[in-house]
């Protein structure tokens, strides 16, 4: 599986929003440029490179890791910078209530996508991949195999100052919650209190609260992270950031989550016709399947599953068994008042964190 995508990556954080006011007026291409905001290695460099021999046009993938910042610049409408994003359903589902995002329910090949991907996408988005929560851990560190919620919740010895978590209001409390046999998606103060509680225990056992792919690639201290919490296809980036296949992908045997992220366009882009041919151009089933197991990640395409290898299709981390697909739940989109509540734990556990 290929992942280096350096020809048109460019990270979001090395851009400043400086930068970023300036890009338009220098961009180097004198063809139509088509700006992607995307996680880093989630398009394959084949995909992109078709679709720009086809159309006669450039892409410039802008990356992210932090879903916050995302936002900020999805939201700005001052600006005009973005073409074309991916997102988790959720916020797919928020910008297109609050009209951030254009209406594609016309786009072509709709058809091939699950019903049910199309639904959490809504009008105004396009499923692409979809994925689970769960842990990645280097087997050359550890000893005792990592298998569930509870074992970076447990204060395992050899785990002690080597954990990382993700550092968003969700994905940070959703792990814990699970671990206490409650609903990922809860509101109900009791449960956010014990879920907060347990987080404050293990700050003593995290190393970071940093994305793990992004925090390989930054980090001094990288060798000291031997467990994470990461999505799906994470550990094939992370093995290619150390140079070692090392990282190995486990699903928890306690419940987990589902993921899905979807193609949007902002309403304010000026390509909107070239944003909407690439999301028809990748969702032909013969190029989804090609990007998909390139990626590393499950396909929403029905008919793209049967352009795929079957060592792809039959790898259960990927795509998995109907037992286990039953224990997986959906993320949802939450209330006002329990993101806002979610933030503040999210924020405090940072601040205790930093304190030791």
């Given amino acids: 599986m290929n992942h280096l995508l350096s020809k048109y990556r ?3 954080s090395t851009w400043g929003f400086y930068f970023f006011s300036t890009f338009v007026s220098i961009n180097v291409y004198s063809s139509p440029t088509l700006n992607i905001l995307n996680w880093d290695d989630y398009l394959s460099e084949e995909t992109i490179a078709g679709w720009e021999s086809l159309m006669g046009a450039k892409v410039q993938v802008i990356t992210y890791d932090d879903e916050d910042a995302r936002d900020l610049l999805l939201t700005d409408t001052t600006q005009n910078l973005i073409d074309l994003a991916i997102v988790d359903s959720p916020s797919a589902t928020k910008l297109a209530k609050l009209g951030y995002v254009v209406n ?3 786009a072509a090949h709709r058809s091939d996508i699950e019903p049910n991907w199309l639904q959490r996408c809504g009008d105004n988005g396009v499923p692409y991949l979809w994925g689970t929560l769960g842990i990645a851990y280097r087997e050359d560190k550890i000893d005792q195999p990592i298998n569930a919620w509870a074992d970076l919740f447990s204060g395992r010895e050899d785990l002690e100052g080597h954990i990382g978590m993700l550092g968003d209001y969700y994905s940070m409390t959703a792990p814990a919650l699970i671990h206490l046999n409650l609903s990922p998606n809860t509101d109900k103060e009791d449960d956010l209190k014990a879920m907060f ?3 404050r225990k293990q700050t003593n056992s995290v190393l970071t609260y940093v994305y793990a792919p992004s925090y390989l690639l930054n980090s001094a201290n990288k060798d000291e992270l031997y467990a ?4 799906s296809g994470d550990q094939f980036l992370m093995n290619d950031t150390i140079g070692k296949e090392v990282w190995r992908y486990v699903l928890p045997d306690e419940p987990s989550i589902v993921w899905l992220d979807c ?6 882009s000026e390509k909107q016709s070239l944003a909407l041919s690439f999301i028809e151009y990748i969702g032909q089933a013969n190029i989804a399947a090609k990007n998909s197991e390139e990626v590393g990640v499950a396909t929403v395409n029905r008919k793209a599953r049967s352009f795929q290898s079957k060592e792809m299709t039959e790898d259960e981390l990927i795509y998995p068994r109907e037992e286990g697909f039953d224990k997986l739940v959906s993320v949802e989109m939450l209330s006002d008042a329990n993101i806002r ?3 503040r734990i999210q924020e405090a556990i940072k601040v205790i964190h930093e304190s030791k």
């Avoid at 994470?228 to 999505?231: G, I, K, L, Q």
């Avoid at 193609?263 to 304010?268: S, T, Y």
């Fill in 10 to 12: 460019k990270p979001l």
């Fill in 104 to 106: 594609l329910k016309d």
């Fill in 197 to 199: 509680e347990l987080l």
């Fill in 228 to 231: 994470a919490v990461v999505y």
């Fill in 263 to 268: 193609w949007v366009i902002p309403f304010n």
């Fill in 341 to 343: 509540q979610r933030i």
